[in-house]
């Protein structure tokens, strides 16, 4: 069955380092979409970045990056010199062609708190 | 600027009455959805559509109806709203053709059933 999983409930780092966030998939699919977006505290969701599964170099956007990691089923966000304004819901998605293949499945969010 | 639009952004009902949530996308995305979010379930999906005329059900789609009279506009329909539908209520459009889907949220429309 198709599930996305993040293991990491909430993480608080200090401004300026470096955060990596977790996040692993299962799908039957050889071919398939993973996405993070950001949930901020006013409730607005945001698409960050997408990495699609038949390419080999990971996906950056600004100071986000991912990990992917494709024999693990692995996609790590990683935000590079965190900021106040990070502090976030993040969230994992992934779209495979299984199924009903307009359907996105998430995982359940990581909590980030960026403090000063 | 291309967005995602919904209205109203808060809403109070009273258990039994009719609730109409209404999304409007500038996109020119095919795709639409409508998703609740709840503490402890992330987002769910209640109803999608391919285009004008289109709508098909979510994961959650019971007590919920859905309208696509456009490519623009996309409507959930609330007939007889029961207080465990008070949510956050999220819509998105997205284009596979273009950019794999990538969907796009509006604001959310928060509601509250009495």
């Known amino acids: 069955a198709q599930k996305v ?8 780092v200090m401004e300026k380092t470096t955060v990596t966030m977790d996040c692993v998939y299962e799908t039957r699919d050889s071919s398939y979409f993973l ?34 990691q494709k024999p693990k089923s692995s996609i790590g966000l990683i935000i590079t010199a965190t900021q106040i304004e990070d502090s976030a819901v993040y969230f994992c998605a992934m779209r495979d062609n299984v199924g009903d293949n307009s359907k996105l ?12 | ?39 402890g379930h992330g987002l769910r999906l209640i109803h999608y559509s391919y285009g004008a005329g289109s709508t098909e059900k979510g994961d959650i789609p019971d007590g919920y109806k859905a309208s696509r009279p456009s490519q ?20 998105a459009s997205g284009d596979r053709d273009n950019n794999q889907d990538t969907q796009y949220f509006g604001p959310g429309t928060r509601l509250l059933v009495l």
Request: hydrophobic share 30%; with cysteine.
């Open chain 1, 5 to 12: 999983t993040q293991t990491q409930t909430s993480i608080s």
């Open chain 1, 35 to 68: 996405f993070w977006y950001k949930q901020t505290a006013s409730g607005e969701i945001v698409f960050l970045i997408r990495q699609d599964s038949y390419k080999k170099e990971n996906a950056t956007e600004g100071h986000y990056s991912l990990n992917f």
């Open chain 1, 105 to 116: 499945i998430w995982g359940l969010g990581t909590s980030l708190v960026v403090n000063p």
């Open chain 2, 1 to 39: 600027e291309a967005a995602v639009t919904q209205s109203p952004r808060n809403k109070v009902a009273v258990t039994g009455g009719k609730v109409t949530l209404s999304c409007n996308q500038t996109n020119n995305h095919n795709n639409m959805y409508w998703y609740r979010q709840d503490t």
């Open chain 2, 72 to 91: 623009e506009n996309f409507s959930l329909i609330l007939e007889l709203a029961t207080p465990s539908q008070t949510s956050v209520y999220f819509c």
